[in-house]
């Protein structure tokens, strides 16, 4: 009996182990690995490392878990392209009191700004959801992971059911990886958006973690601009209503080690159609807050509308407005194991 249940353990063993690296694969030269259980998605390649969360704080690329080997930095925050609700311009005061779980959007406040806007699905995906199931996609010389989920409620007089859908393409012997969000809504609007973390917030200490800010559409921040917490409509703020639209849209924060002070990379977040976005934050609220919108156009039920997006470490500007340009203009990603395209909006 005891040589039964020790067999019966060791198989049990072997089978965890086979379950987690089930996934794995090497591509080429470029060797990319990827290790998959209940909880993430692990890749890993000569130039960077990153974890997609399955469960618990969900939606695009993990905190910290984005990993540059050239420099040995990290991002410095709570995930890269992490995607919230979808929005559209308008108060929801006079029917605050009937909205569902956390559809109620308040205003007038440090943390929000001024402007009305309200919340026509939710839950924010990334904190409410709870668990995605995200699939790999292997290519000759790429790695791929697709991830969707339908909003589960909704404002007074509209329904449940707009599909969210997220593609990330990590291609081999680079440093970044390109992504792209996507709703196929079930509603109408006048001016729908979806609001996400583009590239993603900055976690600092009075500056530790980062030297400087650069916007396209502002220029260079030093980070003690960001040691006092000011609201988003406040300063540094950006609307396709009230601002010239850049030639480029990027948003990135230039790394450095809070212990020693070192320079870092570039991490940058860049939307390659600078007209889809609706608006872009970047204050501070005990962290620094890059909140990004797009969309912000009329749309009819059974109807999409996405953005694109490049996010990555790189050591210049210069190396992120020549990235930018080689794939400029495109708001949309699909993939398969054949190969993966960027696509151009047809409205």
Same mark, same amino acid.
């Given at each position: 009996?005891?040589?039964?249940?020790?067999?019966?353990?060791?198989?049990?063993?072997?089978?965890?182990?086979?379950?987690?690296?089930?996934?794995?694969?090497?591509?080429?030269?470029?060797?990319?690995?990827?290790?998959?259980?209940?909880?993430?998605?692990?890749?890993?390649?000569?130039?960077?490392?990153?974890?997609?969360?399955?469960?618990?704080?969900?939606?695009?690329?993990?905190?910290?878990?984005?990993?540059?080997?050239?420099?040995?930095?990290? #991002?410095?925050?709570?995930?890269? #392209?992490?995607? #919230?609700?979808?929005?559209?311009?308008?108060?929801?005061?006079?029917?605050?009191?009937?909205?569902?779980?956390?559809?109620? +959007?308040?205003?007038?406040?440090?943390?929000?700004?001024?402007?009305?806007?309200?919340?026509?699905?939710?839950?924010?995906?990334?904190?409410?959801?709870?668990?995605?199931?995200?699939?790999?996609?292997?290519?000759?010389?790429?790695?791929?992971?697709?991830?969707?989920?339908?909003?589960?409620?909704?404002?007074?007089?509209?329904?449940?059911?707009?599909?969210?859908?997220?593609?990330?393409?990590?291609?081999?012997?680079?440093?970044?990886?390109?992504?792209?969000?996507?709703?196929?809504?079930?509603?109408?609007?006048?001016?729908?958006?979806?609001?996400?973390?583009?590239?993603?917030?900055?976690?600092?200490?009075?500056?530790?973690?980062?030297?400087?800010?650069?916007?396209?559409?502002?220029?260079?921040?030093?980070?003690?601009?960001?040691?006092?917490?000011?609201?988003?409509?406040?300063?540094?703020?950006?609307?396709?209503?009230?601002?010239?639209?850049?030639?480029?849209?990027?948003?990135?924060?230039?790394?450095?080690?809070?212990?020693?002070?070192?320079?870092?990379?570039?991490?940058?977040?860049?939307?390659?159609?600078?007209?889809?976005? +609706?608006?872009?934050?970047?204050?501070?609220?005990?962290?620094?807050?890059?909140?990004?919108?797009?969309?912000?156009?009329?749309?009819?039920?059974?109807?999409?509308?996405?953005?694109?997006?490049?996010?990555?470490?790189? #050591?210049?500007?210069?190396?992120?407005?020549?990235?930018?340009?080689?794939?400029?203009?495109?708001?949309?990603?699909?993939?398969?194991?054949?190969?993966?395209?960027?696509?151009?909006?047809?409205?």
């Amino acid at each position: 009996m005891w040589r039964f249940e020790f067999m019966h353990r060791v198989i049990a063993c072997l089978v965890a182990a086979i379950s987690f690296i089930h996934s794995t694969r090497l591509n080429g030269d470029n060797e990319f690995q990827v290790s998959e259980d209940d909880e993430r998605i692990v890749i890993s390649s000569p130039n960077l490392d990153a974890i997609v969360r399955k469960k618990g704080y969900v939606t695009g690329v993990a905190a910290e878990s984005f990993l540059d080997k050239k420099s040995g930095f990290r #991002d410095s925050g709570y995930g890269l #392209d992490i995607v #919230d609700w979808i929005m559209e311009p308008g108060s929801d005061e006079g029917y605050r009191n009937q909205l569902e779980g956390d559809l109620a +959007y308040l205003f007038n406040n440090s943390y929000h700004g001024r402007t009305a806007k309200r919340s026509i699905e939710g839950p924010q995906i990334c904190t409410k959801a709870k668990a995605l199931s995200p699939h790999v996609v292997h290519g000759k010389d790429f790695v791929a992971i697709t991830s969707s989920f339908r909003y589960q409620i909704a404002a007074p007089g509209k329904k449940t059911g707009s599909e969210w859908r997220q593609v990330l393409v990590f291609p081999a012997a680079q440093r970044y990886f390109i992504s792209s969000d996507k709703i196929t809504s079930v509603n109408a609007s006048d001016a729908m958006f979806l609001r996400l973390d583009m590239p993603g917030h900055i976690k600092h200490k009075q500056g530790d973690t980062f030297s400087e800010v650069y916007l396209s559409y502002e220029g260079k921040i030093p980070s003690s601009e960001f040691i006092q917490d000011f609201a988003p409509d406040e300063k540094f703020n950006y609307r396709r209503d009230a601002n010239p639209v850049p030639k480029r849209f990027i948003r990135a924060y230039h790394l450095r080690d809070p212990k020693t002070g070192r320079e870092g990379p570039w991490l940058a977040g860049m939307t390659l159609a600078p007209s889809v976005v +609706y608006e872009a934050w970047c204050h501070q609220r005990g962290y620094v807050c890059l909140i990004e919108e797009f969309g912000g156009r009329p749309i009819q039920a059974g109807e999409s509308f996405s953005a694109a997006f490049i996010v990555g470490f790189f #050591d210049s500007i210069e190396e992120m407005e020549k990235v930018y340009d080689r794939y400029a203009g495109h708001t949309g990603l699909e993939v398969g194991e054949q190969g993966w395209k960027l696509m151009r909006s047809t409205k």
